[in-house]
């Protein structure tokens, strides 16, 4: 799960912080209102692949721009990853107004860190589930990544591929064209804790390129020498 937190309060946001963190959750920080507006509609831009267990916690009362305020602003634009409100004001209308700007959920302060997560999970489920309208199948090109049955084949023929390999696959190919840096590619495919001087990516590149390029007239994976790989069609392929 990655949480995108917007909290002034740095005493909270601290003790939110570490206490989500231990629980494995991916979290992401900003201390007023318009620095968290930018966060969520930078993380939404992005369109990471964890998108769909994204949820928003969102203080009230922010410098800047008040959450009420942010909440309608990302509801205006379409945006509508769960956001779960933070507040020390616990009055019906508070509440009430919160839910009219789109918030999916409301926690009073003081609270318990363990309603807190239980909160969270049940918003990631709720955000998931809405998500489950992604496609069947990814195409680039000739290429076709099957994502039920994880099997991929180039111009109708099956490409024999490890399961690293297809989660490789399937990252470049969810966003064509876009430069993945080996960081990014990293931590997207074997998880955080992975030695970032490793040159496991390079290696599984080079793999991925031999069974999908190899042979082919046009090659589909590209390498941005120091800046990371992408993953598309020249304009002459893209029918």
């Known amino acids: 799960m990655n949480i995108l937190l917007i909290e ?3 005493r909270i946001a601290d003790f939110l912080q570490r206490g989500l963190r231990a629980e494995g959750l991916q979290v992401q920080r900003a ?3 318009p620095e968290g507006l930018t966060l969520v509609l930078d993380t939404v831009r992005q369109n990471k692949p964890d998108m769909a267990s994204t949820v928003v916690v969102l203080d009230l009362m922010l410098p800047g721009m008040n959450g009420l305020e942010i909440c309608q602003t990302l509801r ?3 945006v ?5 409100m933070l507040t020390a004001l616990s009055t019906l209308e508070e509440r009430v107004a919160g839910l009219r700007m789109g918030a999916d959920d409301y926690l009073c302060k003081p609270f318990e860190f363990e309603e807190l997560l239980a909160r969270l999970e049940a918003l990631a489920r709720r955000g998931q589930a809405l998500q ?3 496609p069947k199948h990814l195409h680039v090109a000739d290429l076709i990544l099957d994502l039920e049955s994880m099997r991929a084949t180039r111009a109708a023929e099956a490409l024999n591929l490890t399961a690293r390999e297809l989660a490789l696959l399937e990252l470049l190919m969810s966003a064509p064209g876009r430069l993945f840096s080996r960081e990014r ?3 997207s495919v074997w998880g955080l804790n992975e030695d970032p001087l490793t040159n496991v990516v390079d290696v599984y590149i080079r793999r991925l390129r031999s069974k999908i390029d190899d042979g082919r007239p046009v090659p589909l994976i590209q390498t941005m020498r120091g800046l990371g790989y992408r993953l598309e069609a020249p304009p002459e392929a893209q029918a």
């Open 185 to 187: 590619i990293l931590s």
């Open 76 to 78: 205006s634009q379409g």
């Open 80 to 84: 509508t990853i769960p956001v779960l």
């Open 31 to 33: 201390s007023t209102g």
């Open 132 to 134: 489950n309208v992604r």
């Open 8 to 10: 002034d309060d740095p």
